[in-house]
């Protein structure tokens, strides 16, 4: 597939993110980006494509554990990197998702997809953009699901985690959950504590894991958003 090549050569450096916009055609970057997705097997209906499994950098070991880490990441910045810095699980699948109800100007999939993958600390993981393509709601609950993973489990900031039963089917998802890894930004460890014995009356078995303080805190992709 010709627009791997180009993809490879923006990795390297060999050519910029506006030349690979350009020669990649909206038609094209859709195809690619589900040929993409595909090569992952995450979900029912999807294989790994010969021409694309070089494409990544190793392999995802089904029996080994996975956190999927989802978001609108838009801009990425360094509260992200420090989600994946300090997971304890090596295996993250970031997922970013194209939220319509979100509302900011997005880029083209394929220019958020690449800038993402551009990122060092993203790189040492692996990117899933089945999810960019969507245009309608996506909520977590109807992907984890489907998911063919063993155990299903979400890397998250400490606002996504307290506010986990208000998203759409949040008891169900809890239900369908193993681990929740939390990095802190806005609440405290007793607030924190209060939750999570709300939480394990719904799934007691749940497993919660809370990383350690970083100077990021304060840091959102609202706040640093280009208005324009």
């Not at 690979?20 to 494509?49: D, G, P, R, W, Y």
């Not at 989802?70 to 992200?80: K, L």
């Not at 239900?175 to 999570?196: A, G, Q, T």
């Not at 939480?199 to 007691?204: A, K, M, S, T, V």
């Amino acid at each position: 597939m010709q627009e791997l090549k180009l993809l490879e050569k923006f990795l390297r450096k060999e050519i910029e993110l506006a030349q690979v916009m350009t020669e990649i055609s909206e038609i094209k970057e859709q195809q690619l980006l589900s040929t993409l997705a595909h090569s992952f097997s995450l979900f029912e209906n999807e294989q790994t494509s010969p021409e694309t499994f070089y494409f990544f950098s190793k392999k995802i070991v089904e029996d080994e554990e996975i956190v999927f880490f989802p978001g609108s990441f838009h801009p990425w910045h360094q509260g992200h990197q420090e989600c994946l810095k300090q997971c304890p699980i090596k295996n993250v699948i970031v997922m970013p998702d194209q939220n319509p109800e979100k509302n900011f100007l997005r880029p083209r999939p394929l220019e958020s997809y690449l800038t993402l993958l551009s990122q060092d600390e993203v790189k040492r993981h692996y990117l899933y953009p089945g999810f960019l393509l969507l245009s309608e709601n996506n909520p977590t609950h109807r992907w984890i699901r489907k998911l063919r993973v063993r155990q299903k489990n979400i890397l998250m900031g400490d606002d996504s985690f307290m506010s986990i039963l208000s998203w759409i089917n949040g008891v169900e998802l809890l239900r369908m959950l193993h681990h929740l890894i939390v990095l802190p930004r806005f609440f405290l460890m007793e607030d924190y504590k209060l939750h999570e014995d709300r939480l394990r009356r719904i799934n007691p078995d749940i497993k919660i894991t809370y990383l350690n303080d970083h100077p990021f805190k304060k840091l959102s992709s609202r706040s640093i958003r280009p208005t324009s």
